[in-house]
Each structure stands twice: as C-alpha cells, then as structure tokens.
C-alpha cells in the first residue's frame, strides 16, 4: 500500500520547471549578495525561462490537469492525453487559447420551475 493515498501532482513539467527555478533563484541570490546586475538579470531570465519551459511542458501532455487524477495516471511517465484539447478551469490552457469550443448548455435548455405556477401535467396510464 501507498504512503499517501492521493495524486500530489508530480509531473515532469512540475519537476522541471521546478529545477530550472531553483537554480534562477540561487544566481538571484549570488547576485543579491554580490550586488551584481548582470547575475540579478541572469537570474531573473532564468527563473522566467522556468515558467515558460513548465507551461510549454504542460501545454505538450507532460503537466497535470487541475484537480484529482485516476490512480493510474499518477506516475510521472504518464502522459497526459487530453491536454490537447485544454484542461476546464486552467488558466494555462486558456493562455493558450484551448479549451474555448467547450460546448456548455444553454439556460433555456434547462426547465426551471416557477414558484405559484402548476406542474406541467404529465401523460398517465390510459391518457
């Protein structure tokens, strides 16, 4: 049995992104204590180069849409198929401009009772 019985979202993009990051970061650091601007730049670039690695990862299937997977996706080598389409509810996959010819139910489609109004009746036995 698992340690933990849920996804955490452990993704090669995530791991990726989170690789790139932590090493813009620590030039940003060296560049704080050297007052350096080139390494200060340098890092910032780098860790923008994270965000844009981990959503081109993402956007290709290897990142993780928003909210609970099957367990048999949860391992890191598993693609994700549906990215293609966009993910409902991710602000990336929106970025990217998927996920708009999602066909949503229009209001009248839906019957709504009115409150004083009767049941509309309904064909029984024999009617």
Do not use: N
């Not at 849920?6 to 993704?11: F, I, K, L, R």
């Not at 932590?22 to 050297?34: I, K």
């Not at 180069?49 to 949860?74: D, F, I, M, N």
């Not at 010819?101 to 019957?111: F, H, I, K, L, Y």
């Amino acid at each position: 049995m698992s340690a933990h019985q849920y996804d955490e979202g452990h993704t090669v993009a995530g791991w990726a992104g989170f690789g790139i990051a932590t090493v813009g970061t620590t030039v940003l650091g060296v560049g704080v204590c050297l007052v350096s601007v080139p390494l200060l730049a340098g890092g910032l670039a780098i860790v923008m180069a994270s965000l844009l690695v981990t959503w081109a990862l993402h956007l290709t299937g290897w990142g993780k849409p928003p909210g609970r997977r099957p367990r048999a996706e949860w391992g890191m080598r598993v693609r994700d198929l549906s990215a293609r389409g966009g993910h409902p509810g991710c602000v990336g996959c929106r970025m990217a401009g998927r996920g708009r010819g999602v066909r949503r139910t229009a209001v009248e489609d839906v019957p709504v009772p009115v409150v004083g109004e009767p049941a509309p009746a309904t064909a029984g036995p024999g009617g």
